[in-house]
């Protein structure tokens, strides 16, 4: 099946309330694009022109609605001193905290975006994606939260004793991370991208709703009125559960949640639907690495059978990022499910053929 649509015609024409073919599908391809041109997922450390390559080919074969310019939550860490470990063939993973204890901190420093660690290579990345495909659809780049960021530079079991032992050096953390998020941030939309951003540890299943709304919501809520103030509007994504955060998710100014697949989309809408677009949440392991098309084909409807009456819109997605081996078969499911359905939604027959 194909569409009859480009991503930026179908988001316009949503926008004005005008017929469009589909909704909007975004399987979260990261380093899957890798699979796509038959690289290593190493080879795209400090090369902006593979992972564009890879991004634009990988939006050509499946045609879904956003590109996501993304290899690691860590290059802002990274940028800031933190050592990123780089398997041959997988996702990198932190090797080691940028400093080892509170008497370093004084060594933190923002991040250039321009010069340090891997930052200019991802924005060289979105800038040739934008060139190549950026008229037919929207491109973002992966930023990683003032909180998360801050974990990475202490350490996440360090970071969360802090929060009852030390809470001044927790904002202090927070707040240099958010120094170098506005500064990426900045050089994304510069660069004419979308910043996206990814807090994972605002979690629930890390820090309670009490301590993301005193240590994570108020740095991201001056991260996206930056955003904002710069004319653009922001995803958020925050990993596992999340329901008791979801207001504070909007109240920090999110135009659209990305729910991960640990949460219940009915309830997300039923709770925050009249104030966000939602987006989510087929289980990108479950579902998309170990399931059948078959299976793909069920929880996409199932996914649009909660959500597709959201008042502030919904867009069809994995629940996070694919895993690396995503079969490819699975990513055309999904975007053939999105096509089959349509649109306008006709509500019967969706749950029959849902999981």
């Keep these: 099946m194909k569409d009859c649509m480009t991503p930026l015609e179908r988001s316009a024409a949503l926008g004005k309330g005008q017929p469009v073919d589909r909704l909007p599908c975004v399987p979260i391809v990261g380093n899957t694009a890798a699979r796509v041109i038959g690289v290593r997922v190493s080879d795209f450390r400090g090369n902006g022109p593979l992972i564009a390559k890879a991004q634009i080919a990988a939006y050509k074969l499946f045609r879904y609605d956003v590109i996501r310019v993304f290899t690691d939550l860590y290059v802002q860490a990274e940028a800031m001193g933190a050592t990123v470990h780089y398997p041959l063939d997988e996702t990198a993973y932190l090797a080691e905290p940028a400093i080892a204890d509170i008497s370093q901190i ?4 923002p991040a250039n975006p321009h010069k340090d660690g891997n ?8 800038k040739i994606t934008l060139e190549e495909v950026g008229g037919e659809v929207p491109v973002t780049g992966a930023l990683t939260g003032p909180f998360t960021n801050a974990s990475f530079l202490i350490g996440t079991e360090k970071l969360v004793r802090l929060i009852g032992k030390n809470p001044r050096v927790v904002h202090q953390l927070c707040e240099i991370s958010l ?18 951003i990814t807090d994972a540890m605002c979690s629930s299943t890390i820090i309670s709703p009490r301590q993301f709304q005193e240590f994570a919501q108020p ?13 653009k509007a922001v995803t958020l994504h925050i990993c596992g559960k999340t329901a008791r955060i979801w207001e504070g998710m909007c109240d920090a100014g999110a135009d659209c949640l990305s729910i991960d697949n640990e949460a219940n989309l009915a309830e997300a809408k039923e709770k925050v639907g009249h ?6 949440n087929v289980r ?13 084909r069920r929880a ?23 895993p690396t081996e995503t079969p490819f078969a699975n990513i055309h499911a999904m975007l053939d499910a ?7 939604v006709k509500a019967e027959g969706l749950k029959e053929e849902a999981v």
């Excluded at 941030?185 to 004419?192: C, L, Q, R, S």
């Excluded at 740095?219 to 004319?231: E, P, Q, S, T, V």
Aim: glycine share 8%; charged share 20%.
């Design 338 to 344: 999105v096509r089959e359905i349509g649109y306008p």
């Design 219 to 231: 740095y991201l809520k001056r991260l996206i009125d930056f955003i904002h103030a710069r004319g």
């Design 284 to 296: 990108p392991s479950e579902i998309m690495l170990q399931g059948t098309p078959a299976d793909v």
């Design 106 to 109: 004084d060594r933190l420093l």
């Design 275 to 280: 104030r966000v677009r939602l987006m989510g």
């Design 300 to 322: 996409v409807y199932h996914c649009v059978a909660q959500a597709y009456d959201n008042p502030r819109g919904y867009i069809v997605a994995s629940g996070c990022s694919l």
């Design 179 to 196: 120094q170098t998020a506005f500064a990426y941030a900045e050089a994304i939309i510069k660069a004419g991208c979308i910043p996206s």
């Design 119 to 126: 930052l200019p290579h991802h924005l060289e990345a979105m």
